[in-house]
């Protein structure tokens, strides 16, 4: 039987801790000496993803685990339980501006969103929930999203579609766009209603726990060529309010 | 005869001053209950505006003040000790997402940047500085800029000018985008080198505030059209480090 809460504690639990190591690796700026090392960095995704996967498997043998780095499972079905697992989102922001990266953990139950919590390491902001638990930011509960038009709120398309023009059209519709370089930390704006629409090309666990929090809050999510969301390939969608989502799909078509 | 360290005393208070209020209208959702009102939102810059300048005024009987909610003098030139304030930079932010935006104060005298300070009102960091003095985060002193080339850093471009072929050929060539929605914010990536370059149509009390911490530290700035920088009117401007600046330039000439 499927504990929830105690997928929660775990969770919760295991990302703190690697929020706690994160800042003292930027504060001890073992990371900034070497800001343009991209092989230190890779080296500590690697280690974060191991630990939190270890420390995952010792409480949920059962499960499965997709992940960036190769410590997950070869997994080709969402049978069970799957953990999508993104140690460092935001590698370049890691990098670069030592802010604006985040730990993400999505949860899943034959392959429908269970849990997911997303960690703002500079921030320290925990977002975190799911269909049974209602979502929160630190303990906060989120209230449900507001569903405005496209014209009143702020949209986040990722930088490799802005070449073009109808994700230009999309933007320019908008109150104004913002390129956070993070699909955790964009997710974070969509849940807190700061932003009201999110555009990427996503990896199952760029995508995995902002989707199990803002389900419950109102948030879609679809994909741009109109096939099924998956949580076994990458797929470039589009995440907001409903009014939004669908201003833009109409723009986009 | 000007005293930098009496400028620099004042122009802090008062920056500190108005970030407790601002942050204490968040707190109290004074703000929020009414997101969508942007009238409330002028108010409020009017209000923080006028403040500012009375302030100011009581102990620089002398100065100008250039600004944008008409509080200010009908300035032409530039002759003497002139105060340019940015109440609320990032309206939008401080609006739909609470967070990202800025107060800003640049000082100069006779056209020439002598002090300014820059507030992240959410982050409670204060950037300020200036040739005389040397720049600083909260006390503790900014390094020296360091020169690389556009390939590897973090490019900053506004939402207006990414519909254009030859500015999306800027962010092309970089590390990546970021589109923060205020110039303050943008000028704070700048000064502490999580980004290298900076384009955007910008008024006055826009950038003379970045412009007095940053020069010192390295930073460039020059007008897209090869016109002088002033003061007095809005103008398109590239800021940066020094090769990424050039750069850019070559792919925008």
């Known amino acids: 039987m499927t504990n929830l809460h105690r997928i929660q504690q775990h969770v919760l639990e ?20 070497k800001s343009s090392s991209t092989d230190l960095v890779t080296e500590r995704d690697k280690s974060v993803e191991q630990q939190i996967i270890t420390y995952l498997k010792n409480y949920f043998p059962e499960a499965h685990f997709v992940s960036e ?21 935001g590698t370049m922001n890691f990098i670069k501006a030592h802010d604006q990266f985040a730990s993400m953990i999505g949860v899943y139950l034959n392959g429908q969103p269970l849990f997911g919590a ?13 269909a049974g638990l209602g979502s929160f930011v630190n303990g906060r509960k989120l209230p449900q999203l507001i569903d405005v038009p496209l014209s009143q709120g702020l ?8 070449n073009d ?4 059209n999309v933007k320019n519709q ?4 913002r390129v956070f370089g993070s699909a955790g ?35 879609i999510m679809r994909t741009i ?15 907001g309010t409903r009014c939004a989502t669908e201003e833009a799909e109409r723009i986009l078509s």
Chains 1, 2 share one sequence.
């Open 185 to 219: 930390i964009s997710f974070t704006r969509l849940l807190r209603g700061s932003a009201i629409l999110y555009i990427s090309k996503l990896k199952p666990w760029d995508m995995a726990a902002g989707w199990a929090i803002g389900k419950p809050l109102g948030l």
């Open 155 to 162: 949209v986040m398309i990722s930088n490799r579609f802005l």
């Open 165 to 168: 023009v109808p994700y230009q």
């Open 225 to 239: 060529d109109g096939t099924p969301i998956s949580m076994l390939k990458s797929q470039t969608v589009i995440i």
């Open 69 to 89: 780095e190769g410590f997950g499972d070869h997994v080709n079905n969402l049978q069970g339980l799957v953990f999508f697992v993104d140690p460092i989102d």
């Open 14 to 33: 295991i990302l703190t801790q690697v929020k706690n190591q994160l800042q003292a690796d930027l504060s001890y700026q073992t990371i900034q000496i």
């Open 174 to 177: 908008s109150s104004g766009l």
């Open 118 to 130: 997303i960690i703002d390491i500079i921030e320290d902001q925990l977002y975190y929930g799911g």
